[in-house]
């Protein structure tokens, strides 16, 4: 009795474990645009948890919470819409800020494309295209899309420390460059490796807008997106007659918690990145990645 309670004491504690490190790749990988879903995939081929096939599904998903919840932290004054002000007495007053509606409104324009085929399509894609092989192919052919577009760039805009786009803030964004953007989206809500923060960005630097407007557009947009991902994810876990137990439980609350963390000091260092450097090291980080997982599964494993 006591050896098969210690023994589901060590698994307990060691899947408590491998969650706080898919945590962290979470944290990291979720705002660089080198692809979260792509790597906790690729992660999940080496490092394993002991649980359901269904609950690994909606854990993959369901972690990203955490990220998102760290944008909230960080920009509550920019996606807040409720404002104080002195009025001409001095009395301090609360008023609804007219471009805070401006920018969710662009923002739910932006999700539309992704909401619809992730409604339609959601456990297709994961049937079909959530594998190494399309995770490495799309970590390459990303990659090659930030270098090309980023030298690009670099000869109409200057470079990063002279952002020359027409965009400059969240603002400028108007409601159709906010449906481009968000149709790149698309490309990632699709294809598991392309990197949601990837695309966008890219989608962003395209139709004219700068490296910083284009990060921070990208930050506000996950959190729609990641929320009702994740609400999604778990009302399907739960209708298809899944529980949580106490394991299980914890294993998502450590996963969540180590994903803020991370996430608040990674997008911190990403804004503070991009003020001197452009994307193309996230290129080349993620055509190396790519190819070395091809590598990998077709003549080591």
Known sequence: MISLLQSSYKKIMLNLIKAAFFGLVEGITEWLPVSSTGHMILLNDFITLDVSKEFWEMFLVVIQFGAIMAVVLMYWNTIWPIKSKANHTGKKIYVVDRKTLSLWGKTIVACIPAAVIGLLLDDWLNEHLYNWLVVSIMLILVGIAFIVIENRNE??????????????????????????????????????????????????????????????????????????????????????????TGSEIMTLIVGLVVAFVVSVFIISFLM????????????????????VVIFYFLVID
């Not at 139709?207 to 407007?213: C, D, F, W």
């Open 155 to 244: 000869k109409v805009n200057g470079g990063p420390e002279n952002d020359n786009a027409r965009m400059k803030t969240l603002d400028d964004i108007d409601y159709l460059t906010a449906l481009k953007i968000g149709l790149f989206q698309l490309i990632a809500a699709i294809f598991p490796g392309t990197s949601r923060s990837g695309a966008t960005i890219i989608g962003g630097l395209l139709v004219g807008v700068s490296r910083k407007a284009a990060a921070e557009f990208t930050f506000i947009l996950a959190i729609p997106v990641m929320a009702g991902a994740s609400l999604l994810k778990i009302v399907k876990y739960l209708a298809g007659g899944a529980g949580f």
């Open 272 to 291: 503070s990145y991009i003020r001197k450097h452009d994307f193309k090291v996230f290129g080349w980080y993620r055509i190396i990645l790519g190819a």
